[in-house]
């Protein structure tokens, strides 16, 4: 990469990993976050080097965004609502303000700017309901939350400025990504399960019946894919599904949380019924064999990464590594 690289949720999950590893290169580096969930502790660090800079501002603001590009070649455009979860009560647009409209504003920035390439994290609730096969990139798209929707929308708009103004696109559709700095204001289920369990270390109320299984990625695994397939796959627009090809159940989950905790019989309460939350996709196989094609495959497989994630996160809240507890009542 040639001329800087923006990152939008740059102070994020993935945005900071993704930011430390370009910074290492020797990329000059834009961070762009409003830190409505991203923290500056993900990134303090980075700010100490001269080619990398921080601007704090909402993708809602265009002549920030604007500003934000000029110079500009590559967008890494990870920046979304955080809270995918949609519940009763909840505002019907913020996933549309926050995705789509802030996508759109991303895309014109560049387009008046003169930026060339697009990196776009996507995510596999824009095929929705699956019949439990995996599930290749011509699946059909039926989203049945308002965050996949706006998603897919996202795609729709990427599409169309990729085709009238010449750009280089890369979207990928990611499985769950989980890593040290996982996000709490998230509610990815197992930052979720570890504030339960400190609030109440005899019970944990699991949402749904606990069978739903998906798959997981680490966060580190996700940003080496991407830069990857941004250097294996140059063609005009590139759909890339990212994940591995196995899944673990959400009570899998909840066991191996208590265990590394050294927790004994942990009462499971379950919420029932067969998804978590309003627009859940209860279970989810991304087909990964395109990327895998491009020789790209991840290290270690969902019940690893999600092991992973968990001693990181316990780690990073000052718990260390607990060790195994006993077993969990049902």
Known sequence: MNGAVVITGGAGCIGSDLAETLVKR????????????????????????????????????IQAVQSAMRGAETVFHLAANPDIRFEKGDATDKDLRQNTMATYHVLEAMRRE????????????????????????????????????????????????????????WIFRFANIVGRKTRAKGRTVISDFIAKLEADPRRLEILGDGKQAKSYLLSRECVDAMLFAVAEAPSGLNILNLGCDDQVTVEEIARRVVARMGLHDVEFIYSGGETGWLGDVPRFLLDVTAINRLGWRATVNSAQAVETAIGEILESRGRGSAGQGGPCKR
């Open 26 to 61: 020797g990329e000059n580096v834009v961070l762009f976050d409003n830190l409505s969930s991203g923290k500056m502790e993900h990134i303090e660090s980075l700010l100490e080097c001269p080619n990398c800079r921080f601007i704090q501002a909402d993708l809602l603001d």
């Open 114 to 169: 003169r930026v060339a390439r697009i990196i776009f994290s996507s995510t596999s609730a824009v095929y929705g309901m699956s019949d439990g096969r995996a599930i290749p990139e011509d699946f059909p798209t039926r989203p049945v939350s308002l965050y996949g929707a706006t998603k897919l929308g996202c795609e729709g708009l990427i599409c169309a400025f990729q085709h009238l103004f010449g750009l280089q696109a």
